[in-house]
């Protein structure tokens, strides 16, 4: 069945591409850029919040003329919450004419797809793809891993740590002991080094860290207890999805009177499920409604008008990504009808936008985006509610993009073409 | 000496709700041979069908009415399904649930949407209760403990000393001859199923408010369940109840564990050997815990393959 199946395919392709070429010939092939996006599996929740983002600024960008006269074409891959998916799901990209491709759920998928673009790109001169990375945060991606056909338009460890314990530290709920608890992987390591980076800044002692498996934990009680043998004041993490959601319910079950700051708290689902133990709990995140003024009302009005819902979690970093990508687009003419990866990614460089937390730039040396955060607290008095709770996140502290920064990793080498 | 006691009782409060899980699934396979991969699945469905409940009946009744339901969808999927896929044999059986396990879960991702939904410890169970040292434990882990261990004595009492326990042992071991005496086989096997399900239910509907309720509890809890048949003996009650604790109380005392191999190596006077060489050497066992079962089941298999209380087949 299923070699007959690939037969049938083989004989297709030389039709298919035939039939390509000749409405080629037409009118230009429309720019393809691929999301490769965990959209089933355990994580499917995460990677669906990046795809409505993405989805809404692709359907701006279309809304405004696309690129050369066309609408770009968004293409969607499932890599199924796992490297070897992502990588396999790349190559059909590649086969399917994508140039741009788009991914932000998980630095493990993250790190596949920046090094497969890198060797691809290495092999295929003059077809090179780049990779609009909207959520992966470990810092190895900008470090020994930078290279010129990855950019992050998201922050990192260090920037989420450095921007969380200074609006924490100006709230006045840091703290002098703080404990961290991460995942064992790349971003949960990055988040525990930070935190250690960051002590003397924030006037802290890190009392303990703990490193423990990704989502595979039930039973958090265990880990709540060592947080109270070690009389932490505040609980840092980088924790997402059920880690944090178990961890924050397992603090509360024990009693344990700590805040915690956080990255991932505004994920849907969180601030209703965790309820009452959520108030006074931090996050440095990439947007806040209330924050940025008329703007910002626009900008939820007009994504709550198309998705029917406010933009939370990792929504808005992934639309203000696009919407650079967008504007690099802009700024990239046409070669031969078609696009010039190369050339687009010489413009994206130096592309800057204003968004409504400010302006965010891109930063040529690493790649990296420079951009505002927000360090919000959960209270009562939000103006937006999340999960139809009466709770949300109040901002607490903007900090522009320069003051968000973290300076370029000395590990990241990046080579660029001629 | 706090820290020993809390670490101790929440390892033995995780293993009996993780036994709550597993008894059905191991009674199942005892009794029927099916290894049913859908089973972690009614724990879901027990969970899901609690917080649904709840806004109407209250709590403790939707708690209950949950187990109902999870084992009424239990004994529709061996009536209906199981059974005629049975002559087929085992592996069929076993693809067949399977399957089952996908579609129980995509139908709660439809319904209920990706995120975990809003079911919490209700306000009147939500209290502390004892205090040691500056920690507080929570009464509702005493009840799900207790909950496990009423269900267990249950079960026993219900296998071992009733009749409807002999007939059911009886229709396991000896099918044909039962049959013969006059008793319906089919209906112990559709009664055998539902109640391994409405347990698996009642365990869901209990955790579900104290953990989380989200469309992949099935696949966190059910990998485990699946080590937990393993390391107690596919098919024996007893042997569940014991690896359930065990490995609950070694994954509970392993994160208080900030130990390497190097650390051991120090007393032989070869730290700075082990810590140069890093990588496992140098891993701390707190951040292995969670893979710990795993180990325990690899060395179950090479040690005694039958599992610690199975039976020598």
Request: charged share 15%; aromatic share 8%.
């Amino acid at each position: 069945m299923r070699d007959s199946l690939r037969t049938a395919a083989r004989r297709a392709l030389p039709v298919m591409a035939t039939l390509t070429t000749l409405t080629g010939l037409a009118q230009a092939a429309p720019v393809k850029i691929g999301l490769l996006e965990t959209l089933s599996g355990p994580q499917a929740s995460t990677g669906q919040s990046f795809r409505s983002g993405v989805r809404y600024a692709i359907d701006k960008l279309n809304a405004a003329g696309g690129w050369n006269g066309q609408p770009v074409q968004l293409i969607e891959y499932d890599n199924q919450g796992g490297p070897a998916g992502a990588s396999d799901k790349l190559k059909a990209a590649i086969a399917d004419g994508v140039q741009i491709v788009v991914q932000g759920a998980s630095s493990a998928i993250g790190g596949q797809i920046t090094e497969d673009v890198r060797k691809h790109n290495l092999r295929n001169p003059g077809k090179e793809i780049v990779y609009v990375n909207v959520g992966a945060e470990a810092m190895e991606l900008t470090g020994e891993k930078c290279n010129f056909h990855h950019f992050r338009f998201t922050g990192n460890a260090q920037v989420r740590t450095k921007a969380l314990v200074a609006g924490m530290k100006q709230a006045g709920t840091l703290g002098a002991k703080v404990y961290t608890i991460n995942q064992n992987y790349s971003w949960g390591q990055d988040m525990e080094r930070a935190v250690v980076d960051n002590a003397a800044a924030g006037g802290y002692q890190v009392v303990d860290k703990t490193l423990h498996d990704t989502n595979k934990i039930q039973d958090f009680a265990p880990y709540v207890s060592k947080i109270v043998a070690s009389g932490a004041e505040t609980v840092i993490t980088g924790n997402w999805s059920n880690d944090l959601l178990l961890l924050m319910k397992a603090s509360k079950a024990a009693g344990l009177k700590v805040r915690f700051g956080t990255v991932f708290l505004d994920q849907p689902g969180n601030v209703a499920n965790a309820g009452e133990t959520a108030i006074g709990h931090f996050i440095a995140h990439a947007f806040n409604p209330e924050s940025g003024g008329p703007a910002s009302t626009r900008f939820v009005d007009d994504f709550k008008a198309k998705t029917g819902h406010v933009p939370v979690f990792v929504e808005p970093q992934a639309v203000f990504g696009l919407e650079m990508v967008a504007e690099a687009l802009k700024r990239t003419k046409p070669q031969g009808d078609a696009l010039n990866v190369n050339a687009f990614a010489k413009v994206l460089e130096g592309t800057r936008i204003r968004t409504p937390m400010g302006e965010v730039s891109m930063r040529a040396a690493d790649h990296q985006v420079l951009m505002p955060m927000v360090v919000s607290m959960v209270t009562k008095d939000a103006k937006y509610k999340a999960d139809d709770t009466d709770m949300g996140f109040k901002p607490v502290k903007v900090f522009t993009a320069e003051e968000a920064a973290a300076p370029v990793q000395a590990s990241c080498k990046m080579q660029r073409p001629d | 000496m706090d820290t020993l006691v809390f670490a101790l009782l929440n390892g033995i409060i995780h293993g009996l709700l993780l036994f709550m899980v597993s008894a059905g699934l191991t009674l199942v396979f005892g009794m029927m041979g099916v290894l049913n991969f859908a089973h972690a699945s009614f724990y879901m469905l027990g969970a899901y069908f609690a917080y649904t409940l709840q806004g109407i009946v209250g709590f403790g009744a939707a708690v209950a009415l949950a187990a109902l339901l999870a084992g009424a969808v239990g004994v529709a999927v061996e009536r209906w399904f199981l059974r005629r896929v049975h002559h087929h044999g085992h592996a069929h059986e076993l693809l067949l649930t399977f399957g089952l396990s996908f579609i129980i879960a995509e139908t709660i991702k439809l319904l209920f949407g990706n995120h975990p939904v809003d079911y919490r410890v209700p306000a009147s169970l939500d209290f502390a209760a004892f205090t040691l040292g500056s920690q507080q434990y929570p009464v509702y882990r005493l009840l799900m403990g207790g909950v496990a261990i009423a269900m267990f004595a249950a079960l026993w009492v219900l296998l071992t000393r009733t009749r409807v326990g002999i007939v059911v042992r009886a229709a396991i071991y000896r099918p044909r001859m039962a049959e013969a005496l006059g008793h319906n086989v089919q209906l112990v096997f559709m009664g055998v199923f539902g109640v391994g399900a409405a347990l698996a239910g009642l365990a869901g509907a209990v955790a579900g408010a104290f953990y989380t309720t989200n469309p992949n509890m099935a696949l966190e809890v059910g990998v485990m369940v699946f080590v937990i048949v393993v390391v107690g003996g596919l098919g024996s009650l007893g042997g569940a109840m014991l690896a359930s604790l065990l490995i609950g109380v070694v994954t509970s005392m392993a994160v208080g564990v900030d130990r390497s191999i190097a650390d051991l190596m120090a007393v032989l006077g070869a730290r700075a050997w082990a810590e140069g060489i890093g990588g496992l050497l140098t891993l701390k066992v707190s951040s292995l815990a969670a893979t710990i079962p795993f180990a325990l089941m690899l060395l179950v298999l090479l040690v005694r393959p039958r599992g610690l209380m199975g039976e020598e087949s």
